[in-house]
């Protein structure tokens, strides 16, 4: 009986055995596995990035060949460190050190040694790495760009670091992947999967043949090709009238939201931060800390939108029941708060809501503004009224758009308000700069481009977005393809896309007219101030201004931003107008106003913070 109960013990310990064994080979296999195994070796093969396209199929972003130096470092042999640096063009510090790191890393599993050789560095070095035991040369793409614009949009790629790796177990050493922009928020597609072959070893480390012969290999399968909703002949044409210049430009199209160009300037050619110097072309553009050539000014710059908000506070007294557009203010030259008069170039006199837009007036604003906090009861109820309606359209928020970063802007609240004054102690008077967009408010360009689409849509806007097909086929996501509707009624638009239709035929910008193009727009100032040696110093204005066109079926909305570009009609209703010629037209007829767009620059400006020379603000010339 004792024999017969070992027995059994033994077979079902063996049963146990054997079954634990088959589930880890055949059910609980993973490549992690195999790669803790020190006699299989991996051997990656990449596959490109997919390309990326423009809105009309134009290439962006495409790909060319390069060799990375491999490194397996318990596989390396005794050699002529000073021949072998020689060849690679690094010197022997640096060898040590990125050996040294390779080795901390794994010291069987490969790292990348010297990365992105060229295909002549690659031909005189293919031919003596036989005599370098441990080392190989890997095949990969690199990002070629076939335009010199969109470097913020498109973005870049770089290797992997510690980061990276603890996050994402699909990264190795040495692996690129998405930074910045599309690159980085559409990785993902783009970069595709990699194909494996596992190699087993003796106990002499030869290699002896594919592993499980070659039944769990894969093939690498190419990133997926996709097309972005930027135009690339209108982001270069935007970047080149933005040399010199300081600011953002964003170009909607209203239908759908498709963002048609978003600028930032000053910028940089993507292909500067492509191949071995990519790592030295940053560090210059990152520490030129004037210029900030790598902050995109297009989503993160928050500053006062000016003139072009006080459409939005028309549009809330319409709801509100408060003015129609034939009510009128008495506008003497401005508007007082207190005993302190803010000024007002209108030129004075009786507005209605027509004339308060196509004029600027900024007091017909002050007065909307107050009008619309005496219909409550308590200023804390109307303040809540009035945020929820600017809400409405985009701003103080993130958007949604499909780009990593950006700023979110600025709509104030009573909280906000109570935080400076205290709790019932402040009024619609202390706050009456947001009638014309100065005070508390911030947004960025692709905010108030984004309002203006949504008023050229008379009520709703698409939340912007940057990708347009994947592998030629259009996007369904209902974030990007679902109408998000303002707190305003449709029936209130038109009086103030009236009023914005004349600021082009007999308003602020009547000499920015394009022939044969019905263009609404609202130019804007706005107030600059920094710190000088401590002490709060007004610089020159902004120059903002946005714009969408035709009136009727629009088919691009605008917003420009030029930092110290003095008022709205002068910088960037030029360049608005240039644009929206461009787009509609394909040509610019305006050729007088193109050449010294594009020859003017702002450099001087810039520089007057350091150099001392006295400021003018709102000097007009042209």
Known sequence: MRKILL?????IIAITFLGRLSYLQIFSFSTDQVLEDPAIK???????????????????????????VMVI????????????????????????????????????????????????????????MRKYKGFYIQKRSLRYYDTPSAANVLGYISEVNEGDLAVNKYYVQGELKGRTGVERYYEDLLRGRKGVQYIQKDRFNRDIGPYKNGTIDTLPKQGKQISITIDKTLQEYGELLMHGKRGGIVALEPATGEILSMISGPTYEPALLVGRERSKNYTKLYNDTIANPTWDRSIHAQQPPGSPFKTLNALIALQEGVMDESSTIQCFHGFYVG?????????????????????SCNAYFAGTFRKIFE???????????????????????????????????????????????????????????????QGEILATPVQLANMTAAIANRGYYFTPHILKKIEGKDITEPKFTEAKHTTIDPKYFEPVVRGMADVYTKGTAKWLQIPGIE???????????????????????????VAFAPVDNPKIAIAVYIENGYFGSRYAGHIASLMVEKYLKGEITRKDLEKRMLEKT?????????????FKINERVW
Not at 7 to 11: A, D, F, M, R, W
Not at 42 to 68: M, Q, S, T
Not at 339 to 359: P, S
């Open 375 to 437: 219909k409550f009861e308590t200023t804390d109820e109307a303040m809540d009224v009035w945020e929820k309606h600017m809400r409405s359209f985009g701003l103080g928020d993130y958007l949604g758009y499909d780009l990593p970063f950006g700023q979110k802007g600025r709509i104030p609240n009573k909280e906000y308000y109570d935080k400076w004054y205290g709790d019932n102690r402040w009024s619609s008077s202390y706050i009456i700069s947001n009638s014309i967009g």
């Open 73 to 128: 470092p318990r596989e390396v042999k005794p050699l002529d460190t000073l021949e072998f640096c020689g060849l690679l063009g690094i010197d022997k510090e640096k060898f040590i050190e990125k050996l040294r790191k390779a080795r901390v890393y794994s010291p069987r599993l490969p790292s990348v040694l010297v990365p992105q050789l060229s295909k002549q560095d690659y031909a005189k070095l293919q031919e003596k």
């Open 339 to 359: 005993k302190t008069k803010r000024g007002c170039h209108c030129g004075g006199g009786m507005r209605d809501m027509n004339k308060g837009i196509y004029m």
């Open 602 to 614: 702002l450099e001087a400006e810039y520089a007057k913070p350091y150099s001392g020379e006295e």
């Open 42 to 68: 991996a051997i990656y093969d990449y596959p490109e990035r997919g390309y990326i396209y423009d809105r009309n199929g134009k290439l962006l972003v495409g790909n060319d060949p390069a060799y990375d």
């Open 7 to 11: 027995s059994s013990i033994i077979i």
């Open 519 to 545: 263009i609404a727009g609202k130019t804007g100032t706005a107030e600059n101030f920094t710190k000088i040696d401590g002490v709060r110093t007004q610089l020159t204005d902004h120059s903002v201004f």
